[in-house]
């Protein structure tokens, strides 16, 4: 066998073991697929930038984890019971979100 052939089969197998890594592939504890790993941090994002956009809203005291299903969960810190709900009403608007946990304290 020529080392050409060798590097081919070598190739071969590595891709197939990586393909059958990820289709199988459990990224958190729950064990979400990749594409739910994906979604949720698609829907993570987008409450992010929704934050950032919002001048009511302080993005940097507020973070933002997406867990089972569209469930998005907020915590860190609100200037005021106004900003809290804010944030809240801001994750409820983004597509893919189900529900919310607001866990965000007022710390004025």
Known sequence: ???NATRLIAFAAMTATAALMISGCSVARKQETVGQYIDGATVTAEVKAKLA???ETSAANINVKTIDAGVVQLSGFAKSQREKDRA???????KGVTRVHNGLVVKP
């Open 53 to 55: 956009n919002d001048p």
């Open 88 to 94: 809240g009403e801001l994750a409820r608007s983004v």
């Open 1 to 3: 066998m020529n080392m």
